[in-house]
């Protein structure tokens, strides 16, 4: 073979190396492919921290807090004859007979009753979850406050159980004192955890509602049908 002919071949086969890719190259181009097709990941997918659930959507929000005026007139006397079937039960457990109404009667008045299921904002004005509340016998849970610093005068209470509440603090409801008020307006409602932690602070805006800020600061709305 000549020299011009070995010349030549080895020009050729440096062409052809060139042309061909590396299997680094096919590596970087397959990644590339993929990359292509690859699903993105959304910012607020749920996690085990952040469910990311909404049990009931608030299109519009809370409803609007009620005009003051004849609320508490009107709910609380219309109320009375539904409520007293709730009375003599907890006349029965006081004592029963007419000592038992009585007692019942003066300490758990029909605006202090807040025994049922409320409504909730579940961390967002958009989003809300139920509660359920059952009033005590006129008095506050023995040691309330001692950890969550909350200190009402004159205050009822009761119990709270969560119902389908996926925020945090809500979630971890188990007892209230509700504070008192000449008017009814503007009473103190204190919300703790079962280890006495704070949950929530709110103030009475009507008798079938309640607004105020959960202990991180979150604003929170709590409502029920009138």
Known sequence: ???????????????????????????????????????????????????????????????????????????????????????????????????????????????????GKWMVTDGASDCGCEIQIRTGAGVIAQGFGRTSGYKLKDAKGGTMKNMSCSNGHLASVARFALGYSFTGYDAVLAIESINGLPVAEMKRDGINYFSGTLVDGTPVTMWRRG
């Open 1 to 115: 073979m000549t020299l011009r002919t070995i010349g030549l071949l080895g020009v050729l086969t440096l062409a052809s190396a060139c042309q061909t890719p590396s299997p680094a190259a096919k590596t970087e181009g397959a990644g590339t492919a993929a990359d292509a097709t690859a699903p993105t990941v959304t910012a607020f997918a749920a996690t085990p921290a952040n469910p990311a659930m909404c049990s009931m959507p608030l299109a519009g929000g809370p409803p609007p807090k009620p005009a003051k005026g004849a609320d508490f007139a009107k709910n609380a006397v219309g109320k009375n004859l539904a409520r007293n079937v709730g009375r003599n039960v907890l006349g029965n457990m006081i004592g029963g007979g007419v000592i038992g109404a009585t007692v019942a009667s003066q300490v758990v008045r029909t605006e202090q009753d807040l025994g």
